[in-house]
C-alpha cells in the first residue's frame, strides 16, 4: 500500500501539476530497488519527499572518497637571504611534482614577519666627535633650563611669604589631598612613557613634572635639584660617550628591537650606564643623524628633541614615591577620590538645572551679528520672529492663568486686603497671587470683586461679605455645603451619637432629623455652636457615665462592709 | 610555503625535538605537542664496567651499580651520562630522524658562556641535528603562559629562581637564585625525621620482602629481601629520596604565616593552634611503620618561606647550605670582562638600581617571598607594575598546598601599593612541563623557525656572536 493508495482512499486530490517535471524525471531515473522494512518505509513516504536531501547512494560521496589530496613533505629554507639557513621539513598540501614546481623560488611564508626597527645608521667616528660637542652644548642648556624652571618656581613661593606661609598651613591641613592630586596623573604618564619608547610623549612630560612639583613639600625640589647637580657633573665629568660604546649602543638598539629594559640588562656592566644614560645618548645621537641626513619626520625629530634625562629621572622618583604609599594612604586617597567624584557630579547637576533655567529665560540671540538684520527683509524676520516668541510668551502666560483659574482656591486675595496679623497664616499660593496682581495693577479686566477686595475691609464688613481666613484648616479641593460638612464633634461612637441625639430631643434642639443630625440652618456660626454643643454633650456624657461607675462602686463596697 | 597555514594560527610543524632537562626529571617531545613523549629522571646507571643504562635499570638493585646524576641546579654535570641518556632516548625510544628535525633545548638563565658554548658543540658534534635552538626557562614558561611580560618564580628540585621577562627575553641582571628548594626540603624533612623521630627506620623499599604496618615508636616487623653485595651508597640514596618525595606529596601543608616570627608569644599561640587533630596526617615509612606529623608538617613547608629559622641538626647537611642571598654575581654573556675603572658610583642612577652583588650581605638569608619581593623591587619602576601584576609561579615544588596563598598574602603585606596577582596552572603535570610546553610552543611557530642555528652559521659566526645574539 502506497502513498497514493492512502491518498485514494481518503478522497485526496492530488495535484500532479504542483510536482515539477524536472524532479519526477530524476526519481524515475533513479528507480532504486527497495526491500524488506525500508521498502515499506519508502511507500509511506512516497511521493512526498522529506525537505531535506536524501542521499540515496549517489555516486558523488564515491568520487570524493576516490579523490584524496596529497599531502608531501616538503623541505624549506626560512629565511633564506640571512644565509647558512638550516634546511626543514614541513608536510604541504599538494603533488609533489607541483610543488616543486611552485615553490622553487618562492621566499617561506613567514619570512614576511622578519622585520626589523628602523634606526639611523651610526656616522663615522669624525662626525661623531662633532656631534658630541653639539649634543653636550645643547644638554647643558636644556639642564639649565630645567633646572631653572625648577629654582623658579621654588623662588616664587619663597618670594611671596605670605602665600608661602599659607600654602605650608594649607600643606599641613590638607597634605592627603595634595599627595593625592598626583597619582592618577603619574599613573598615566607613566603608561604613555612606558609604551612607546621612541615615538614617546617624554615631550610633555616635564612641563607636567614641573607642575607637580608645586605641590611637593617645600625643600624636595630644592634636594632633588642639587641632586640633579651632583649627577649632572659626574655624568658630564668622568665618562663621556667614546665612540666604540655609542656604536655598541646602536647595535644592541637593532639588536634589541628598542626594547630599553633589555638593552639596559644587557649593555655591559664596564661602561656603567642607566636606562637614562643610554636613553638620552641614544636620542640626542638620532637627532643629530637625522638633521645632518635630514631624515625623519618633524613630528619624530620634536620628539626626540623634548627628551630629558633629568626630566625622566625626576618622574620616576615621583612612580617610586607613589609606590611607596601606605594601606591607610591608598585608602583615605581612594576615599578622597569618591568624595571628588561625588562634587563633580554635583557640579555637573548644577550646571544642568543652570542650562536648563537659561533655556526657560527665552532670550532672544544676541549672540549673532547684526548684519543679518539690517536689511528690510532681515528685519520684517526680526519682526515676525519677535511677535512669535511675544505670542508664546503670551500663551504661556494664559495657560498659566487658566490653571489658576482651573485650581479650586478661593479668588485671590491681595496683599493689601489682609490684615497683618493674618498675613502668617498666607499660603505661598496666595502670598504668590498677591505679588501677581501688584504686579499688574491696572490690569483693565479687574473685576467689581476684587476692586472691593483691594479696599481695606473691617471686620464688620468682611462679616458682612461673608469673608473667612481659613488658616490651619486644611480644605478639600471642590465644592462642599455646609450641610454635609463633618464636623468634629460629630466624629464619636455610634452608641453615643444615639445617646447625643436622645439628649438634644429631650431639651427640644432642633436638627434635621434622619441620619445626618444637622441644624435646619447650617450657617457658619450655627455650625460652629452646634459643634461646641454635640462636643459639650459628649464629654456631659461621659462624665456622667463614670459617676454613674464610681457610685455603683461604692454601692458595691458599702454592701460588702455592712455584709462584714 | 604553507599554504594552509592561517593568519590567526601561526603554526608550522616541522616536528623539531623539544628537550628540557632538569635537574629532576628530564622532558623530551615533539613540538607542536602538548605533552612530552617522555618524562623520566635525570639520573642515569653506571655499571661496574662502565656500562651505562636507563629505565627499570635505575631501579634495579644490582652488585656495584650507580646511581648518578645528569644536573645539578638545572646545568649538565655528567656529559657522558647526558650525552649517553639523550642517544638513548632519541635513538632507542623516540626513533628520532636527525636529518630532519632541529632540536630546541631549554637552558637555565645562569648557565655561563662556557657551559652553553659546550652545550651547543656537544650536539652538533654528538647528533646529526641540522639546526638547535637554546631556549632560555622562564622565556618557555611565558611562552606557556602567553604572558611575554611576567616574573617567573621557578620552585625547583635544586634552586628557587626568579627572572623577569619582557617581552619574552629574560633580564639577566634582575634574576635572583637560591637552593631553598626541593632538594633542601629533602634534607631538612631528613634530619628532622632523623631527630626527632629516631626509631623510624628509612630503609627504602627495595630492601623489603614483606612487612606489616605498625604504630610509629613500635619497631619495624618486616621480613628483608635477598640482595647482592656491595649496593652502592649513590644507589641507596636514590632509592630512599622517594621516600621524602612521597612525604613532600603526602604531608606538606603551608601554614598561613610565618612560624617563628618575631613575636614569641604570637608564635607560640599559632603553633598551639595548628596542634589540632584535625591538621594530623599520617604516613607510612616503607618498613611499614605509621608515624604522626602535625606541627612538623607546617614547619617543612614553612622552610621554603622562612629557610633562615629552621638551622640543620646535622652538621653535614648545615655545610652543604650555605646562606643564600638569592643574589647572582652573575656576569652577562654580554660582559666579556669586569669593569676596569668603576669610576661612578651608584652605576645605575637611582631609578633603576641594579642589584650589585658586592654590596649585598652575603649572610642574609632571603625566603621565597622576600626573594621574589626583592626582585620586584629592584626592577625598573616603569615595568615594575606590569611585572607585579604577572607573577608565575611553576617548578614541582611550588605544588605544596596554600603556597600560592601565602606568597600572594606576603607580597601584598610588603607592596600595598602594587597590584599583585599570581598566576599558577592547576594541574600538578603542567607546572612541572611548563617550560617544555613553552618550548613546544616555541618550536612549533612559523615565525620562529627563522631563529634555528645551523651548524654551518654557527661555525661561520663563531660561539660569542651566536650566544649573544641568537640565544638570548
Known sequence: MSANDVLDVLNVQRDDLTQPAKKKARSEAAPAPKSGISRELYNLIGANTPPILVNMGNNRMKDRKLRVSPWTKMPFVPNERAGKAPTLHHWEKGAKELLMETSKDKPYYFDKFVVSVDIPEMVDEELFNQFMVEIKERQKQMAQKFKTSLHNKVEAQKANPLGASSALTVKKEDAPTVVKEEPTKDDSVKEASGETPLVSSNGKEPTELADQQETEAENKPLEAIDAMDVDEEEASGPLPWTYEETKLLFEFCKNFELKWFVINDRFPLKYGRSLEDLKEQFYAMCLMIMTHKSIGNPSLIDSLKAFLKPAEIERKHYLLNLLKRTPSEIAEESLLVIEARRFEIAAKKMLMERANLLSLLDLPQAALSVQQYQSSQGLGNLYSQLMIMDKNQRKKSQQKVLQMASDPVPPPIPVAASSLHKRDFQTHLQQYLSGYLKQQPQRPEDSAIQQLLSKKLTAKEEEAYGLFYHANERINPGVILRSTQRLSGLQQRQSVFRAVNNMLQELDIPTAGGTAWKPNMPTRKTMAKYDELTKAVVALLEVKKVKDKLEAEIELIKSQRELR | ?472
Open chain 2, 1 to 472: 610555503m604553507s599554504t594552509n597555514a592561517g593568519p590567526v594560527y601561526a603554526g608550522d610543524e616541522i616536528n623539531a625535538l623539544v628537550l628540557d632537562p632538569g635537574t629532576y626529571t628530564t622532558r623530551i617531545g615533539y613540538s607542536g605537542d602538548d605533552f612530552p613523549k617522555t618524562i623520566v629522571p635525570s639520573l642515569y646507571a653506571k655499571d661496574e664496567d662502565n656500562s651505562i643504562h636507563f629505565d627499570a635499570s635505575l631501579d634495579y638493585a644490582k652488585t656495584k651499580r650507580q646511581v648518578l646524576p645528569i644536573l645539578k641546579d638545572s646545568l649538565i654535570e655528567d656529559w657522558e651520562g647526558a650525552v649517553a641518556q639523550y642517544r638513548h632516548y632519541f635513538d632507542d625510544v623516540l626513533k628520532v630522524d636527525y636529518e630532519e628535525q632541529p632540536i630546541l633545548i631549554t637552558e637555565p638563565v645562569w648557565g655561563t658562556t662556557e657551559y652553553r658554548q659546550k652545550l651547543i658543540e656537544t650536539f652538533y658534534e654528538e647528533f646529526n641535528f641540522p639546526a638547535l635552538y637554546l631556549a632560555k626557562t622562564p622565556s618557555c614558561v611565558s611562552f606557556q603562559q602567553g604572558r611575554l611580560t611576567c616574573l617567573v618564580v621557578d620552585i625547583g628540585h635544586d634552586s628557587v629562581s626568579v627572572t623577569p621577562v619582557v617581552d619574552g627575553i629574560c633580564l639577566l641582571r634582575n634574576l635572583m637564585k637560591t637552593h631553598y628548594a626541593g632538594l633542601f626540603l629533602n634534607d631538612q624533612i631528613k634530619d628532622t625525621l632523623v631527630s626527632s623521630f629516631s626509631k623510624l627506620d628509612l630503609s627504602p623499599t627495595y630492601k623489603i620482602k614483606t612487612k606489616t604496618a605498625v604504630e610509629y615508636p613500635l619497631a619495624a616487623q618486616y621480613v628483608a629481601r635477598d640482595l647482592p653485595e656491595s649496593i652502592t651508597e649513590s644507589y641507596d640514596q636514590t632509592q630512599q629520596r622517594r621516600i621524602f618525595t612521597e612525604a613532600k606529596e603526602l604531608l606538606l601543608e603551608t601554614p598561613e604565616k610565618r612560624l617563628n616570627s618575631s613575636n614569641a608569644q604570637q608564635a607560640a599561640a599559632y603553633k598551639e593552634e595548628l596542634k589540632k587533630e584535625e591538621n594530623e596526617r599520617t604516613m607510612e615509612a616503607p618498613l611499614g611503620q605509621v608515624f604522626n606529623t602535625c606541627l612538623e608538617r607546617f614547619a617543612w613547608a614553612d622552610l621554603l618561606f622562612d629557610p633562615a629559622s629552621y638551622p640543620f641538626k646535622d652538621q653535614s647537611l648545615a655545610d652543604k647550605y650555605l646562606p643564600n642571598s638569592g643574589e647572582l654575581s652573575l656576569s652577562s654573556p654580554y660582559d666579556d670582562y669586569r669593569p676596569i675603572k668603576r669610576a661612578r658610583k651608584g652605576e645605575t642612577g637611582p631609578a633603576t638600581p641594579t642589584p650589585a652583588p658586592d654590596s649585598a650581605d652575603p649572610n642574609k638569608i632571603r625566603g621565597l617571598s622576600q626573594l621574589v619581593n626583592h626582585a620586584i623591587s629592584n626592577i625598573d619602576i616603569d615595568l615594575r607594575t606590569a611585572i607585579a601584576s604577572t607573577i608565575i609561579v611553576t617548578g614541582g615544588s611550588s605544588m605544596i598546598p596554600q603556597l600560592n596563598d601565602r606568597l600572594n598574602a606576603e607580597l601584598l603585606s610588603a607592596n600595598p601599593a602594587l597590584k599583585i596577582k599570581i598566576h599558577a596552572s592547576g594541574t600538578s603535570l603542567e607546572r612541572t612541563t611548563q617550560a617544555w610546553m613553552g618550548g613546544s610552543v616555541l618550536a612549533s611557530l612559523g615565525t620562529f623557525h627563522q631563529m634555528w642555528v645551523s651548524k654551518a652559521e654557527y661555525e661561520e659566526a663563531g660561539a660569542e656572536r651566536i650566544l649573544t645574539q641568537r640565544f638570548r
